[in-house]
């Protein structure tokens, strides 16, 4: 054995004694610099799934037997969720009861791995103590994969996060405010030591998309702009069946503008057609209708 080797292979012995003696805290902690944790009155303690469970990198079959909330029709599927204190969806609420049981994969794809178990929430200081944010790791690896946020979203060590860079969709904001609880009205639950009157905001269905079509589409030359109206995504339906880290961030970039998604595509089973192919959902050349949907017409179907 060359001594190179010898070195990587005593590096490796460290890491795994870090890892045993202090946890996946501790270790991670000590490679990855991250940030102090929370005190126990703010930290989630949620229930590690098994290291076997957490290990398994093999396919297996979806999912036979799907909650029932799958096959309501849009509005009465959202009306049955918990909701946060400004009336928005509160998604975590919604998976942490048994409302909802969203896939961490898509089909035909290697699962993702169970990170349930990575409890590691810290605590980002603000100018007072008043204004420090916590956050939770434990509730954000129940929805993403790791590689849904880092390096992308967050560098592992030296992100300067900041309230001016989260407003401006950095961050955070890539997608709280889009896809996820807006920061303007969900202070309290990041800042947990701030007392804010309730907000008079009305909630909104977040994540909604319109896909913009190109000027040269033959979908428009075809069918005309007003009669062939461009595609809208509503992540909200999604989120019922799958968890963000299915799709994020493969087969789609979580950024707006990042994914060129033509029918060409979801027809070679790439893109939407991954799940749009008449298997997994309604096939994306037989249900135009149900994604190519007038703004002024009410979402009434589920894929």
Known sequence: MTVRNRAALWALVVAGTAYGTAGCRGAAA??????????????????????????????????????????????????LLPRDAVGNVDWVAALRSGAIHPMRSLPGTAPRNDMSGFAFDFRIKGPSPMFD????????????????????????????????????????????????????????????SLNMPPSGNAAEELGELVFQRPRDSTDQEVFGASQFPPARFSHAVHRLRYRCMACHPDPFEARAGANAITMAEVSARRACGVCHDGGAAFSGLEGCNRCHVAASSPRDSMP
């Open 30 to 79: 000590v490679f990855l610099d991250l940030p102090e944790e929370p005190s126990e009155s703010t930290a989630p303690n949620p229930t590690p799934n098994s290291q076997a469970a957490r290990a398994v990198t093999v396919l297996v079959p979806q999912d036979t037997v799907r909650p029932l909330i799958e096959a309501l029709e849009h509005d009465s599927a959202l009306a």
């Open 133 to 192: 944010a916590v956050f939770s790791h434990s509730t954000h690896v129940e929805w993403l994969a790791c590689e849904s946020c880092h390096p992308a979203i967050f560098p592992y060590r030296g992100a300067e996060i900041t309230m001016a860079a989260i407003n401006k969709g950095e961050y955070c904001g890539a997608c709280h405010g889009t896809v996820a609880f807006p920061v303007a009205t969900g202070c309290t639950r990041c800042h947990q």
